[in-house]
Structures are given as C-alpha cells and as structure tokens.
C-alpha cells in the first residue's frame, strides 16, 4: 500500500527565510534516503535538503528563486510504490492505483475474482464520480501542482491590518526607518520584498530631490543615495549580475559600516623565528597530510591574546550600557571563493593543536570554495581573522564583523632591515660630533659588530586590527596588536 510523505523544510538555524538556489528532483524521480531534494542558500552559504524517507516523487511544491522558511513544504513523497510510480511517471500524482470506472458502453476488463473487491468510487452532488482512494488514505485528493509554489503563495498569516513581510523585511525596515504599511508589496498575496523597500526608498529620495527639498526624506535612512549617472553615455559597457553571496554580504557590511565607528590600528609582528620554526616541521606536516601555513599559528596567537583582553571576544548589548563576554575561543576564517567572501568558523582553537587546525580550516575551506557550509558553520565566532597575505598588500582596513567587536587583517610577509645591538644614541657624541663619533668606533680596531650594532634582514608580517570604539579604545588596541606580536615573534610563546 502507498502513503504520501510531506517533506519540509527543517530547522535550518537563525534565518526568517532562505532562497530556493537548486531544484535537484522532478517529479517521478525515485529517490533513497538522505538524498537531496533542493539547495537553499542562507547567509553566505549553500546547503542541501535532504529526504528523511525513500519513495518516488509526486510533486514538487517550490521552485527556484522562492524563499521558504522552517516548515515550508518541499517535496511531495510516494513512498513503497516505487514501481509503480516510475512506470507511470507521465500520469497525474493524484491517480490512484486501482482502475479507473470504465466508460458507459465499454467492456469491462476481466478481474481476478481472488482478490478483494474493488472500492466502489463516490458520487458526487453532481453526478460525477469522485477520484477514488485506497484505503488507509485521506478521502480528500491532493491537489494538482499550482502554477506558483505553495511557499509562495501562501505566506505566514500576519498581523492584522498589516501587509504581508517576512522578519527579516521588517528588520530592514526598520533599519532604513521605512513603514512597511507605506510600502507596495509586489509579492504574493501582496507580501512586501527587500526590493519593494529599496523601490520605495529610491522613489522618496526621488521625489523629495525632484520638489528640491533639502532633507533627507521623511521617516529614511537620512543618507542620501548616491546619484546615478549613466556610464554608457561615454563609452560601451556590460552589464555583470553580483553573485549571491555579494547580494547577502553587502547589505550587512554596510550595516556594520554604518552601525559601528570603526577605528583601525596597524602594527608588525617579527615573524622570523617562527618562519623558521614552521619550515623545520614541513617534512612532519607532510607525512600527516596537511600543510602548515602560517595562518595556522596566528589563529593559536589570537587564541593566547584574546584570553588577556577578554573585551575584544565580546558583543555590545542591544542597550548599549553591558557587555556580553565570550569564554569561549571560535574564530571566524575569511576564505576567498569564486563567488565572493565567506567566513566559515573554527571552533575551540585554544584547544586544538596546529596540525588538528591544519586538517579542519583545509577541509572547512574546501567545503566553502564548493558551497557545502551549512548554517553552523557560519556562527558562532567571537573574533574574525581576514588574511591577504598570500595575495599581497601592506595594510588594509578590515570592515569588523557584527556583532563581533573586532577583526584582525594580515597582510603579506616582506623583509624589512631591523637594528640589533645597543641604542644609537649611545654610540653617538654630542653636538657637531655625532657622525664621526659613529663612524671612528666602526672603524676601530677590535670593535665587533655585536659591541656596535648592526642591521640585520627580518620577515615583518603587517597586522591591521579594526575594532568598535564604543567597546575597545585605542590603548587596549595598541596592547592587543603588542602583545600578539610578541607571542608571534617567538613560537615557544604558543606553549606556555
């Protein structure tokens, strides 16, 4: 006997709605367990769903670029029938298995009078013969597939008196100070978009620009949109669409951007023991699979020095008067993709060795360049490390990852002249004297170079760490980035 499955959208983490980025079956496909059915997309990442029961599939209730949310309905099972269905993949789902009444004046077809009689199919008040059902089911026939998906059309009751707009539309407006009952829904049912609201944002700045009023627009963000002017009046251009991930990421680092006065500090951390230390173990870390960059041993730094300066693995309350204090030490690694950055997070680093770090931020970065990250993957961290060092660059401005309080930006590794031995002030006679002074006691007799200094080649790697000035002020930073140079610069640092 068959029996229809709902597959829905399971707990997928702390998203109000997710896009539909892959459909994976069609209807008659036969699928096992723990096949996936659709890819969704959630922040930064792209995951997929999977079916909890084997069975053929009758409908498929989404389509892509709909947003579903926990519970959505998915895929629409028939379940110990695989046969069957497969054999008539081409008729309605809502066919049942017995033979449908002969038509008047047909002969009926010859029945195997061992079997049980057949269900006499119910007649309606019209007349017509109902669809028929097996027994054990719902006398109630599933509907044929909508020309729209039921995700879309039908949203989640809201308010009343109010349009239809997910938690996440609300938040944002919210943030661009926007009533959404102003706002023009363009989606089923009249929901209200993130598009809708920038469309109305874009329109109020227009008109109030075009009235030539000053202000910023009643009840908006008070930023001005940057005017557009067309390019293709001076020139041939193509247009290029922003990958998913640019579409999710951008709005938040602008929030964070706008939300979070940022302050960045730059500082160098003598790498050159540690340099050496980590060629000394290239040949152990090779026999084990893995490779040792230097990435690897700044995580377990940062891990030292977040435990000194609890302040920066904090999060600001949404009062503002408190801190939240993180005792624990997961770190979130910025990992460049062909769509975009994401940041995938390492759990627990103060307690994991190099090489277990090595094996997890390889296969965790695999994971993200192949979009395979699910959503806890993606949470979690109390500090965010950005590192350019394998592409180039001397400093830059990492933008912090809210509502994280700092992030740490390295940039790549280069040689740079250092002096070793006493002050050259105590070297040097006063006044007119200073120079030949200098150069008599180098070029005296017996004089070593460890007696009058020297300049010696040592690998510098730049830090930039940017934080949020309402939680960490510029000593505590300037202490943070000394400190993490100091354990950086000598490895044995890490052990203690």
């Known amino acids: 006997m068959s029996k229809r499955l709902e597959i829905r959208v399971p707990d997928i983490g702390d998203f109000d709605e997710v896009e539909v980025v892959e459909i994976l079956v069609a209807k008659g496909d036969v699928v096992a367990v723990d096949d996936g059915l659709v890819s969704i997309e959630s922040d930064k990442a792209t995951m997929e769903i999977p079916t909890e029961a084997a069975g053929v599939v009758v409908e498929v209730c989404v389509a892509e670029g709909d947003k579903v949310a926990q519970g959505s309905l998915l895929v629409v099972l028939e379940s110990e029938a695989a046969g069957e269905a497969s054999a008539s993949s081409e008729e309605s789902p809502a066919e049942p298995s017995e033979p449908a009444p002969p038509a008047e004046g047909a002969a009926a077809p010859a029945q195997d009078t061992s079997a049980e009689p057949p269900v006499s199919a119910p007649v309606d008040s019209a007349g017509t013969p109902a669809t028929p059902t097996t027994q054990g089911e719902s006398a109630t026939p599933l509907q044929p597939l909508p020309e729209k998906s039921r995700a879309a059309a039908n949203p989640v009751p809201d308010r009343a008196g109010l349009p239809h707009a997910s938690p ?194 390889s296969e965790t970065a695999e994971r993200a360049r192949n979009r395979k990250l699910g959503p806890d993957d993606l949470r979690g961290a109390c500090f965010t490390i950005s590192s350019l060092g394998g592409i180039g660059g001397s400093a830059f401005t990492p933008i912090v990852n809210a509502p994280e309080v700092a992030i740490l930006g390295l940039s790549k590794t280069r040689v740079e002249p250092r002096w070793n031995g006493p002050s050259p002030l105590d070297l040097l006679s006063d006044g007119a004297g200073r120079a030949a002074g200098a150069d008599a006691l180098n070029e005296a007799p017996g004089a070593s170079p460890e007696e009058t200094g020297f300049f010696e080649p040592r690998l510098v790697m730049p830090l930039s760490l940017s934080y949020d000035h309402r939680v960490i002020d510029g000593a505590e930073a300037v202490r943070f980035t000394s400190r993490l140079s100091r354990i950086l610069s000598d490895p044995m640092q890490l052990l203690l």
């Open 168 to 361: 996440l539309v609300r938040r944002y407006a919210r943030d661009l100070g926007v009533p959404v009952a102003q706002t023009e829904g363009t989606g089923p049912e009249g929901r209200v978009l993130l598009e809708d609201l920038k469309s109305h944002v874009r329109a109020k700045f227009a008109g109030d620009q075009g009235e030539g009023s000053t202000s910023s627009g009643q009840g908006g963000a008070g930023i001005p949109p940057v005017p557009f002017i067309d390019p293709a009046q001076f020139g041939p251009v193509r247009e290029e669409k922003l990958t998913r991930i640019q579409k999710v990421s951008g709005p938040g680092l602008q929030r964070s951007w706008l939300n979070v006065p940022h302050v960045t500090q730059h500082d160098d951390a003598d790498v050159t023991e540690l340099e050496r230390f980590r060629r000394d173990r290239k040949a152990l870390a090779a026999e084990r699979g893995v490779r040792l960059s230097p990435l690897l041993f700044v995580m377990k730094a940062v891990a030292v020095a977040l435990r000194e300066f609890p302040s920066l693995r904090s999060t600001l309350a949404p009062e503002g008067d408190s801190l939240w204090v993180k005792e624990y030490f997961h770190l979130g690694i910025a990992v460049d993709t062909d769509q975009g950055l994401v940041v995938p997070v390492i759990r627990d680093v103060d307690r994991k060795g190099v090489f277990e770090l090595a094996a997890e931020l």
